[in-house]
Structures are given as structure tokens and as C-alpha cells.
């Protein structure tokens, strides 16, 4: 049986510990390749280019590991789309995985988050899809506490399939004295950012901004994705995109004046 | 009785047509105050911008309306989140509202849209939020027919309120010999971006990509966006941000080897 064929990108940037060590994982159980962005590309959501040109060039940063790589100058869902279209052409993958994010991407922060934009933008073009965060934000974390829960959750998928339209939100507690206690199946927590602006002045006088702020989780839920990894569980959230709130149709109907004479 | 407070941002820039008439319109149910990226933003979608500084300056533009505005560096939910923080500090907007866009963000392109990822970061902010989008890609588009429709359904929701953590996603059809038929309240289409890359030398004979593509619609209901801006029907999808695949949590649970001794 051939090997199955696994697509990786991500956020950080193609030169992040993160992806190699995501690499590292899937050259144990499938053949690898590797388009990623050129530089971080975090927060970037769902940002696609439309407006631009995009590079798109082979590089021997994975040579060591007998792996292919391109590196794009663009989002992390330009980088899938020009992997399906442009590097994969007719070969078309069995799994495809981003990260692993320097940084948790919980409740919300799925919307921002660059590493998931890729793991949806796989899941909208068809394909079994997982994003893969470890919740320390340092550039040289320690990921070794994650990688044997990596591959577990990339073979489960690839022997279970997921659900048409469905990608994976994993999220990986930061290394810990006391061992991983385990896998949660989760729904994302209804927690949020609360901002804040850090202003300053530039070394000719005018302002500007740092986003920055706290993350408050107000959902006292233990079915949540922030419960999991708080209680040093793996989080597992399977995420979808349609963006429709059912619950509100009807109640639009109810409520407003649909008066056509306007 | 107090005028509504608006909050006004877009994704096309501050300079673009559809702001001013989204402006125009608002000004005639309430006070309003802009914030909006300071140049096009388009497909950004949710992206935010945490690795580097945001740029916000107050802008004559709008004088002629007696509008205070402000341009800002940023994504437009960077813009959301300044306007908040920065500009309007302890006053709370009555409505938040994004566009108009030039262009169509029906079915699974409010995942991509700048323009709904201002409304929906509203959303999230707790303020009720519209994005508007026209069907008309044309920088000169006539947005004359839609500004009625715009002004109604932003009554209707400055009057009965929304769901909490909902935000509208209206599309107007473009202008046309007939009147638009009404409106109706729809889910997002299973409809999907066939992309196509355009590769081309520049002038150093270096390859570079333009995305391109094809908007694919296979969802043949007729409760969609896509079904109703097709037939002439202003479309309102109200959207939510819980990515959560309910129905995949229990399908995994049954499904996995969660065996743990990894």
C-alpha cells in the first residue's frame, strides 16, 4: 500500500521550530510536502490574496528529512490553494496539516488564527484536515511532550476519515511536569480577547498602536476546548464553516417588517 | 430622544465609493463616526494584526456630511477594535455596520470578506452588526437602487435588536431594469471559490501567481444567499462565530482509539 500523502503548511513561517517539528511527525507515517508562508503570517485569519501577486519557490530547508518544500509569499490559505493547484496538481492528498502553532488557538481565537485558516481552507477543498497548536508562545517551546499525540490524532483521521467539511482544532497543553492526561473532544469555549492599545509615540513624535489584551473566559462549560487544556488534556474541536445562524432565521421572520415599498 | 450612534468601517478603503454611500445613508438615522483601513483590505478576512504597530490619523474626508473620521492601518477588525478602545471609548455604538462592498460575500466568501469580518468582530464586541456587500464588482458601481434597502434593514435592527453574537450578512443584487423584489432572511449557500492560478514571468523571468477562480454553486435550494441575490432579493444571513462541528463531537468520541498511553 503506498504511504499516504500529507500536505503541511502553517503560520509561523517556514522557518519556525513549529512546522519541523510537525514534519518530524508526519514523515513517520506518510510521504511529506511542505508549502508554508515565507515569513509569520499569525492573526492572519482567513486572509486570502486577491489584491496581489504571489511567489511561490522551491527550497532545500527540508532536504535533511527527504522532503519537498515550497515557500509562498502568501497567506496560509494561499498556501493550500496553490499547493492543490499548482505543486499537487493531480495527486491529491489524504491528509492535509498545519502548524504546529508556537501559541494556543482556543475558543475564538480559531477565527484569527492563521494556522486553522489553513486547516479549513483543506477541509473546504475536500480534504481530511487538522491545525495543531501547543499552547506556549515561546519561539524555542518544547514540543516533545506533543509529538506522540500528533501522530495518534493525523492516524486516527487518516483511518477514520472525518466528516464532509469538517477540520480539526488541536490543541496541545504546554510542557508540564505531570504528563499529558489524555484527549478531549470539545466545543469551542464562548470565551473572547479583551484589547487593549498600548499607544505610543514614535522617535518623531507621532502616535501609534500595539494591539494587545487578555484573554477572559467567562464559559464555565468542562466540555470546552480552554477546560481541556487547562486540566492538561488534548483538545480536540472539529470545526465547521458555515457561518449561519440557524436559530436566527425564524426569528428575523417573526420580527421584522419585510415592507417591499422601500 | 438621542440619535443612534453608527459606527461605520469597510474593507474597500476609506476612500471608496461604497463607504461614502453607506455614510450617506446612515446619516439619516443617526450620528455617525468611521474608522476604516486607510487602504484596500479585501480578502483579508478575519486577520488582525498582532506583529506589528497599527497607524490610526483623524481624516477631513467626510467634513461635507459632518462626519468624524479616521483612517487606519490596519485590518477592518483592527479597525473595529480601535474604534472601540481608542476613538469611542465609553460611548457604546447603537449599530455597527461594514461596507458597502464592491462586490458579492454570499455563500462561503464571508469566511474571506473583510467587509463581514468587521461586522462580525462588532458581533463579538457585543454591538448589533451589518455587513453590506453589493453584487457589483465595479468601482463605479451605482449603488443608487440598494441605499433604501440599507437604511431599512438597519432601522429594523437599531428597533427589534439582534441575536447575541449575530451579526447580518446583506447582499444587494446589482442594479438592474427591474425594481429589487424584497428581502428575504437566508442561510449561507454550499457554494465554493473553483480556483484557478494564472501563471505568468515578470520582467526579470521570474514565475509569479494571480489567484483567480470561479464562484461554483451546487446548492440548489432556494433558502440560500446565492439563490436569493440570483432572483433579485436583497439576501440577510445572519451569521455566528462557534465554528463548532456539533454533530462531528459525538461521531469522533465513537469513532477514535483514544487508548492514552502515548
Redesign the interface.
Known amino acids: 500500500m503506498p504511504k499516504p500523502l500529507i500536505l503541511v503548511s502553517n503560520d509561523d513561517g517556514i522557518t519556525s521550530k513549529g512546522i519541523r517539528v510537525l514534519i518530524e511527525a508526519m514523515c513517520q507515517i506518510g510521504e511529506v510536502i511542505v508549502v508554508a508562508p515565507d515569513s509569520?503570517q499569525?492573526?492572519?485569519?482567513?486572509?486570502?490574496?486577491?489584491?496581489n501577486?504571489?511567489?511561490?519557490i522551491e527550497t532545500d530547508i527540508f532536504n535533511d528529512l527527504g522532503v519537498i518544500a515550497y515557500k509562498c509569499s502568501g497567506t496560509p490559505?494561499?498556501c493550500v490553494?496553490?499547493a492543490?493547484?499548482?505543486v499537487l496538481k493531480d495527486r491529491v492528498p489524504d491528509l492535509v496539516v498545519s502548524g504546529v502553532n508556537h501559541g494556543s488557538n482556543l475558543a475564538?481565537s480559531?477565527?484569527?488564527s492563521g494556522t486553522m485558516?489553513a486547516a479549513?481552507e483543506g477541509a473546504?477543498e475536500g480534504f481530511p484536515s487538522i491545525g495543531y497548536s501547543l499552547a506556549d508562545f515561546s519561539l524555542k517551546a518544547d514540543f516533545s511532550h506533543a509529538i506522540?499525540?500528533i501522530?495518534?490524532i493525523a492516524k486516527?483521521v487518516l483511518e477514520?476519515g472525518?466528516?464532509k467539511?469538517?477540520a480539526l482544532?488541536v490543541n496541545i497543553p504546554p510542557k508540564q511536569n505531570q504528563k499529558?492526561?489524555?484527549?478531549k473532544?470539545?466545543?469551542?469555549a464562548?470565551a473572547?480577547w479583551q484589547?487593549?492599545?498600548d499607544?505610543?509615540k514614535d522617535p518623531y513624535g507621532?502616535?501609534?498602536?500595539?494591539?494587545a489584551g487578555n484573554f477572559v473566559n467567562n464559559d464555565k462549560g468542562e466540555d470546552t476546548d480552554v477546560w481541556a487544556v487547562d486540566h492538561n488534556y488534548v483538545s480536540?474541536?472539529?470545526?465547521?464553516?458555515?457561518?449561519?445562524?440557524?436559530?436566527?432565521?425564524a426569528?428575523?421572520?417573526d420580527?421584522?417588517?419585510?415592507m417591499?415599498n422601500?
Not at 507621532?206 to 494591539?211: A, D, E, I, K, V
Not at 420580527?255 to 419585510?258: L, N, S
Open positions: 509569520p499569525s492573526g492572519m485569519g482567513h486572509a486570502i490574496t486577491i489584491g501577486t504571489l511567489r511561490l490559505a494561499d490553494k496553490l492543490k493547484h499548482y475564538i480559531v477565527l484569527y485558516s479549513i473546504i506522540d499525540h501522530v495518534h486516527e477514520k472525518l466528516a467539511n469538517v482544532n499529558i492526561r489524555g484527549i473532544v470539545c466545543r469551542q464562548k473572547h484589547e487593549e492599545f499607544q505610543r507621532r502616535p501609534y498602536f500595539w494591539l480536540v474541536v472539529p470545526c465547521q464553516y458555515d457561518m449561519t445562524a440557524y436559530h436566527s432565521i426569528q428575523i421572520n420580527d421584522w417588517d419585510f417591499t422601500v
